[in-house]
């Protein structure tokens, strides 16, 4: 059984930082890429970040690029969402969700790419 779990979220104010965290445990963490989803209410979940099973090839949403930074340690089995310069939109809840296959070269931006995913954690950005 997989597990994902999130750490991280609270409120800030615009022009702040937070870093969220993803802890994952139950697969081989290193053989799967990772992404980042966020939902706000009343909208669909987004695709935020992703990266790959290796680290090596990152991808944001337009919306965050520049601002965010997705990172990963496999030694640790985790992922981590660094969030700069956040505003206002940014306010949702966050989810990590692992691929559903291992070692793939392409980085998907539609949930249903990923199989597993966290609880959520809440990120309220206050203007």
């Known amino acids: 059984q997989v597990q994902l779990v999130e750490s991280g979220g609270g409120l800030v104010q615009a022009g702040g930082s937070l870093r969220l965290s993803c802890a994952a445990s139950?697969?081989?963490?290193?053989?799967?890429?990772m992404g980042w989803f966020r939902q706000a209410p009343g909208k669909e979940r987004e695709f935020v970040a992703a990266?790959?099973?290796?680290?090596?090839?990152?991808d944001y949403a337009d919306s965050v690029k520049g601002r965010f930074t997705l990172s990963r340690d496999n030694a640790k089995n985790t992922v981590y969402l660094q969030m700069n310069s956040l505003r206002a939109e940014d306010t949702a809840d966050y989810y990590c969700a692992a691929d559903r296959r291992p070692y793939r070269w392409t980085l998907y931006t539609a949930k249903d790419n990923y199989d597993y995913w966290g609880q959520g954690t809440q990120v309220t950005v206050s203007s």
């Open positions: 990266i790959r099973w290796d680290g090596a090839t990152r």
């Open positions: 139950g697969r081989t963490f290193n053989s799967y890429a």
